[in-house]
């Protein structure tokens, strides 16, 4: 099975730059930038990556990127992860990037995006791997910075497809968002946002995203199988989720592999991601190892996952039809 995902042209939908940032290359930039790091070796740095849930992750998540200062910085992260999606057979990635975190801290957003853009122009030519940027808000800072950044992106439109979600969702609902994100569609950018596995009122956050923002897709929002009218509207909307299951086994009590199942019997275009990978130990190729594991899928439901992925990727009709 091993090799038969291997060989399987994918997409990888959900995936944060940011989260690919390996100690490696962590220990690299930071004797680029003469900087301190708190691990005197990458086994060491490893063997602290313990988290058993979204905010503890979220913390050395953010404590990491402080090595990211310059645009060569952003472009050999990005080139880093589009290599090794490359060597996955991952022919299509949207890639989630967090300006805020990176302008909170002094870093222009034009310095960010610039080098992530390089790359994915780059990976295109030398890789071929496609690849396109969303850029995501940080939903534990005020709107009102997210629609700053929403007005700094605006410049570089054409090289961002969509906005989404994500950081911690305690207390910080959709709807907090509302303003933000009808600008977002207004200025043409694509809808998704994160709706994290088993976090306070994700329920109620899935039912925003959808009825209330009115988004394209849903990362993660695996929960919704706790309410099937919500199950119902996202079939009826032929919303796609993106599912990353060793993720959800870092932030929650497991890779909710049987509520995965469901989705996929009831015909939710489930697709199978990575989110973190230098965080959760696994990319594209080891995340549909262990669902294969945890579930016995036949290679036609592996297949399967890829075909929803490709299908519900943010391309046009006939760049999707090249793939499937
Ligand atoms: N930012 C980076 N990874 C994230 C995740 N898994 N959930 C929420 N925010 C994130
Ligand atoms: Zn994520």
Redesign the pocket.
């Known amino acids: 099975m091993r090799d038969f995902i291997a060989g399987l042209p994918k997409a990888e939908l959900h995936l944060?730059i940011e989260?690919t940032l390996e100690p490696e290359l962590k220990f690299e930039l930071a004797a680029r930038n003469g900087l301190e790091l708190p691990y005197a070796s990458v086994e060491q740095m490893r063997a602290a990556y313990t988290f058993d849930s979204?905010p503890s992750f979220?913390e050395i998540?953010y404590e990491g990127m402080r090595v990211l200062r310059t645009e060569p910085d952003f472009y050999d992260l990005a080139m880093a992860y589009l290599t090794k999606a490359a060597e996955q057979n991952v022919r299509y990635a949207e890639i989630f990037f967090d300006p805020q975190a990176h302008t909170s801290r002094g870093v222009p957003f034009d310095v960010v995006i610039r080098g992530l853009r390089r790359a994915l122009l780059d990976a295109d030519t030398r890789l071929g791997v496609r690849a396109q940027l969303i850029m995501c808000f940080l939903r534990d800072f005020q709107a009102e910075y997210a629609m700053a950044t929403l007005l700094e992106s605006l410049p570089y439109k054409e090289w961002i497809a969509g906005v989404g979600l994500?950081?911690d969702e305690k207390g910080n609902p959709p709807r907090k968002f509302a303003v933000v994100y009808e600008r977002a569609r207004q200025e043409g950018y694509l809808l998704t946002m994160?709706c994290?596995i088993d976090q306070d009122d994700t329920v109620e956050h899935i039912r925003q995203a959808i009825e209330e923002i009115g988004v394209d897709r849903i990362d993660h929002g695996v929960n919704v199988i706790a309410d099937l009218r919500l199950v119902e509207a996202v079939l009826e909307r032929g919303l796609g989720l993106t599912c990353c299951p060793i993720?959800n086994g870092h932030v929650s009590d497991g890779m909710k592999a049987e509520d995965i199942r469901k989705l996929m019997d009831l015909g939710v275009r489930v697709t199978v991601n990575s989110?973190?990978p230098a965080y959760f130990s696994g990319y594209v190729q080891e995340n549909l190892e262990a669902l294969q594991g945890a579930l016995r899928l036949t290679r036609d439901e592996l297949a399967d996952l890829e075909r929803n992925a490709f299908e519900i990727a943010w391309l046009p009709r006939h760049l999707k039809d090249a793939y499937l």
Do not use: P
């Open positions: 944060h989260g979204l979220l998540y994500d950081s994160h994290d993720s989110d973190d």
